[in-house]
């Protein structure tokens, strides 16, 4: 059975936070796919990606060449608008949590970890609440989804594909960040001789990239419960194999 684990009036602030900036990404999402469709109508193709729209589309608009109705040009003025509404919502969001992360030790000590910012860490304090009522790492992992679905019998191990069952939102935080770091272990520079890097690129040779960035993201979980029961700073020389 999967509980949720209690919290402190702080953490709620702080996990509300999350909330509503998860919901304005959604929005924000949205508002871009609509724009993008719209203009698809007319023949005018925008490149995926969130700064893509505040890029082209101005410029689309203003072109006289395309064609486009007036009354469509402004229905885009004030689509777009809305678009930086949204973005400026986000960013005054992100600002609080990064104000509340640099405050905290806990969250502060999970940022050491490679693979995990700001919003990531106080996402991870908020939700954890006391690490302590957590057994051991693999029960964090498994709590957020990050470990194989089991179908053993007889003494015999048959894993099968990701469980995903947890907090989706703390499962994707965790995994993004793994996979900026998988990116930069195929970069020649100085970050990408690490161990963490060296250990991705490893496991990447021997399955691939997508594998590799969920081994991380499990590894990192566990690490997290290890350095907030432990009440001590990450160190990757000594990396916990234990964890």
């Not at 999402?29 to 203009?39: D, E, S």
């Not at 930086?84 to 000590?109: D, P």
């Not at 894993?159 to 970069?187: E, F, N, P, W």
């Amino acid at each position: 059975m999967r509980f949720v684990p209690i919290k402190n009036v702080e953490q709620q602030a702080v996990l509300s936070m999350h909330r509503v900036r998860q919901g304005f990404v959604r929005a924000r999402t949205a508002q871009a796919n609509q724009i993008r469709g719209l203009l698809s109508e007319f023949g005018l193709i925008v490149p995926q990606g969130v700064a893509q729209i505040t890029e082209r589309v101005p410029t689309l608009i203003e072109d006289a060449s395309n064609e486009l109705p007036g009354s469509f040009r402004i229905l885009m003025d004030r689509l777009i608008e809305h678009f930086k509404a949204l973005q400026t919502q986000i960013q005054h969001v992100e600002a609080q949590i990064l104000t509340w992360h640099r405050s905290n030790a806990a969250s502060k000590r999970l940022e050491q970890i490679s693979g995990i910012d700001p919003i990531t860490a106080s996402a991870l304090i908020a939700s954890l609440g006391d690490a302590r009522n957590f057994k051991d790492g693999r029960q964090v992992a498994a709590w957020l989804g990050l470990v194989p679905k089991q179908h053993s019998s007889g003494g015999k191990q048959n894993l099968l594909g990701i469980s995903k069952r947890g907090d989706t939102y703390l499962r994707t935080l965790l995994i993004q960040g793994a996979r900026s770091v998988v990116y930069h272990a195929d970069q020649p520079n100085r970050e990408a001789a690490s161990s963490t890097c060296q250990w991705v690129r490893g496991v990447a040779q021997r399955r691939n990239k997508n594998i590799a960035a969920v081994a991380l993201a499990n590894k990192n979980a566990r690490i997290c419960w290890a350095l907030l029961v432990g009440d001590k700073d990450y160190d990757e020389r000594s990396r916990a194999t234990s964890v």
